[in-house]
Nanobody
Framework: QVQLAESGGGTVQVGGSLRLSCAASGRTFSSYHMGWFRQAPGKEREFVAGISWSGDSTYYVDSVKGRFTISRDNAKNTLYLQMNSLKPEDTAVYYC???????????WGQGTQVTVSS
């Protein structure tokens, strides 16, 4: 049974930083692509960042390029999202996903709330 557990969310002021983590279990972590997605109130869930199974390739939505960094530690079965220079529009529930395609996960975590206050 695949389980993904996000952590690290919270409330931060504009310009601040947070680091999200996603601990994975249930199947071989290093065999699957991973991604971070977010859903703001009243909006559809959107792709934020993705990383290939090896970590060699990363992908970002334009709105976070230069501010967010996705990474993974295959030895620890953990995915990360370093978020810097946070803006109010980054406020959302952040989900990690795992699958054979970066943009279409097979499995999702339960989400962690990120709130950026101005």
């Amino acid at each position: 049974q695949v389980q993904l557990a996000e952590s690290g969310g919270g409330t931060v002021q504009v310009g601040g930083s947070l680091r999200l983590s996603c601990a994975a279990s249930g199947r071989t972590f290093s065999s699957y692509h991973m991604g971070w997605f977010r859903q703001a109130p009243g909006k559809e869930r959107e792709f934020v960042a993705g990383i290939s199974w090896s970590g060699d390739s990363t992908y970002y939505v334009d709105s976070v390029k230069g501010r967010f960094t996705i990474s993974r530690d295959n030895a620890k079965n953990t995915l990360y999202l370093q978020m810097n220079s946070l803006k109010p529009e980054d406020t959302a529930v952040y989900y990690c996903g795992q699958g054979r395609r970066v943009y279409e996960p097979d499995y999702w975590g339960q989400g962690t709330q990120v709130t950026v206050s101005s």
